[in-house]
């Protein structure tokens, strides 16, 4: 018999250093990340996901607590009408091994995120260019808002919200 891939969530404090490294270290390889300053952003989260296959972490993915500078960033590019201050979490830092895709890794990663944030409240959102994310957040009841914007390492950048309630 097969072992299946595990899938869990936990906050940052609760993660060992290999979880920690490893989680950074996938972020990384996506290449789609400022690189300074990102191991403080990553205990920063809210939460991180991960997917273990053959004691293997392959996949990862986390409800990320933007600064301020980003969150008003992202209402400026995307010309959306927000305040940064409602802007409270983002779903980010998704990456699962090239070897390892188009197995609903990510998306798996990322709706065991979204039901641990059934008890939170504010505004969740997410930027992607990648069609397959933007796909997800709309069948997972996200609003695309704004308009299309060009990024450091992607073009044509689409913003998704979520209104978390109790």
Avoid at 39 to 65: M, P, Q, W, Y
Avoid at 109 to 118: A, V
């Amino acid at each position: 018999m097969e072992k299946k891939p595990i899938f869990y969530a936990k906050q940052p404090q609760q993660c060992n250093n290999i979880e920690l490294k490893t989680f950074y270290d996938l972020v990384v390889k996506g290449g789609k990340v400022l690189i300074d300053g990102l191991e403080d952003r990553i205990l920063n989260c809210e939460l991180l996901a991960f997917c273990e296959d053959h004691d293997t972490i392959i996949g990862v993915s986390a409800i990320k607590k933007p600064s301020k500078n980003y969150r008003e960033g992202i209402i400026v590019k995307a010309k959306i009408s927000r305040k940064w201050s409602e802007l409270i979490f983002e779903i980010g830092y998704s990456f699962t091994e090239p070897e390892c895709r188009r197995k609903g890794i990510s998306s798996t990663l990322k709706s065991l995120l979204l039901n641990e944030m059934t008890a939170r409240q504010g505004i969740l959102f997410s930027t992607t260019a990648i069609e397959s994310s933007q796909k997800f957040l709309i069948d997972n009841g996200f609003k695309n808002l704004g308009e299309p914007y060009d990024g450091d390492n992607d073009e044509a950048i689409r913003y998704f919200e979520k209104v978390l309630s109790k």
